[in-house]
């Protein structure tokens, strides 16, 4: 299948692609800066989803929204605004067969910082309209939020012994997934789910459970 990834260069995003060509899929890359990732099956695009030009790609059947930024500034332009264009884009269309979000489990606890919150809770909202809206497709839209992930964004809390025994006294199974199980989780809501649609799944070892923001 025709598979778009977004924020596809780092972390989460770049382990889904990685999935999904492993899986044999054809997948198209968009993100702000160039990607390491070489692959036949792989084609990568720089673009802002908030102000950029977005490529023009027909016949998406897989959209993963994952791009977004974090405390800063613009979380709600990129993470929410710059969502929902891309895919008004390539989602809301007749050969759309699943649309995923990378949303936050701060979206349910709040607490994060509060455009970031205000961002992925309004990326959730969204994700059920879009189920309501494709539906007509046979289309599933569902979103995955997860807690704390193994990438380099959140590198600083790893590193630091003081911040990680603090983090890990808010999660009750004492460990934080990596990008390569939340890309899992997001190949199995896209492929394999067909009757699951306007859900939100959180991945976050019971950090949700709890709700100290640590930084």
Request: charged content about 20%.
């Amino acid at each position: 299948m025709k598979v778009i990834v977004t924020g596809s260069s780092n972390g989460i995003g770049k382990a889904i692609a990685e999935k999904f060509i492993a899986c044999g899929h054809t997948v198209i890359g968009i993100d702000k800066v160039q990607s390491n990732l070489s692959h036949a099956n792989y084609t990568h695009h720089i673009a802002d989803i908030f102000s950029g030009k977005l490529p023009d790609v027909d016949g998406v059947e897989i959209l993963i929204n994952n791009a977004g930024v974090q405390d800063s500034g613009a979380d709600i332009d990129v993470n929410l605004k710059g969502t929902i264009r891309v895919t008004e884009k390539y989602g809301v269309q007749p050969k759309i067969k699943s649309v995923v979000f990378i949303a936050s489990a701060s979206a349910t606890t709040g607490s994060e910082f509060p455009e970031y919150v205000a961002s992925k809770g309004g990326m959730v909202s969204y994700m059920k309209n879009v189920a309501l809206r494709i539906a007509k497709y046979g289309a599933t839209s569902n979103s995955l939020s997860p807690g704390g992930v193994l990438t380099p964004l959140n590198q600083h809390i790893i590193d630091s012994p003081k911040l990680w025994k603090q983090v890990m006294n808010e999660t009750p199974l004492n460990k934080w997934a990596t990008a390569q199980e939340i890309a899992e989780f997001a190949y199995f809501v896209a492929v394999i789910n067909k009757s699951m649609t306007a859900q939100d799944i959180i991945i976050d070892n019971g950090e949700s459970a709890k709700a100290n923001f640590i930084w």
